[in-house]
T-cell receptor, first 110, second 110 residues
Framework: GEDVEQSLFLSVREGDSSVINCTYT??????LYWYKQEPGAGLQLLTY?????DMKQDQRLTVLLNKKDKHLSLRIADTQTGDSAIYFCAGQTGANNLFFGTGTRLTVIP | EADIYQTPRYLVIGTGKKITLECSQTMGHDKMYWYQQDPGMELHLIHYSYGVNSTEKGDLSSESTVSRIRTEHFPLTLESARPSHTSQYLC?????????FGSGTRLTVV
């Protein structure tokens, strides 16, 4: 299966931008996703990018994909305390299964 | 609004008991999944189904079993719970538009 890696922790000040990084191993991944998990809850789909795209922007969220380096990032502009959560990167392979990263715990400091 | 439902949200049970975690979705998705989430956050696929009467084991070996008698229902059963089964269990379903996750069941076996 695919390996997906993320750093475990990120702290930012409220109002700053957050950048969460992810690397993956399977170049045949068709879709790459970002999910948000708040304490005690399931996963909420934030955004996704198709593998033939380089960038996708959706309001405060910007996803950048570097296919050559197999690197995906999620930028959250004007980070708010409500953005504090765990963020998972996930790759979808041809078998239609999702492979998740370890999750990055984002803490927003007021 | 959630279209995939997991019950119970929390369960504390004694060692050796048989338990069934329920998962239902109202979206008519053929594909459904069970993920186990470590206390350290990683998610691992333990079972999946591509339709009625189809079930497969995932990447992480699990002592649980699943069944898929109806499209909307994908229960997970532990015949004899052990403390090592303590975890969060997330159910998901998918179609060509992507994945939807339930809120999870947090299981504690004492």
């Amino acid at each position: 299966g695919e390996d997906v890696e993320q750093s475990l922790f990120l702290s930012v000040r409220e109002g700053d931008s957050s950048v969460i990084n992810c690397t993956y191993t399977d170049s045949s991944s068709t879709y790459l996703y970002w999910y948000k998990q708040e304490p005690g809850a399931g996963l909420q789909l934030l955004t996704y990018i198709f593998s033939n795209m380089d960038m996708k922007q959706d309001q405060r969220l910007t996803v950048l994909l570097n296919k050559k380096d197999k690197h995906l990032s999620l930028r959250i502009a004007d980070t708010q305390t409500g953005d504090s959560a765990i963020y998972f990167c996930a790759g979808q392979t041809g078998a239609n299964n999702l492979f998740f990263g370890t999750g990055t715990r984002l803490t927003v400091i007021p | 609004e959630a279209d995939i439902y997991q019950t119970p949200r929390y369960l504390v049970i004694g060692t050796g008991k048989k338990i069934t975690l329920e998962c239902s979705q109202t979206m008519g998705h053929d594909k459904m999944y069970w993920y186990q989430q470590d206390p350290g956050m990683e998610l691992h696929l333990i079972h999946y189904s591509y339709g009625v009467n189809s079930t497969e084991k995932g990447d992480l070996s699990s002592e649980s079993t699943v069944s898929r008698i109806r499209t909307e229902h994908f229960p997970l059963t532990l015949e004899s719970a052990r403390p090592s089964h303590t975890s969060q269990y997330l159910c998901a379903s998918s179609d060509t538009q992507g994945y939807t996750f339930g809120s999870g069941t947090r299981l504690t076996v004492v």
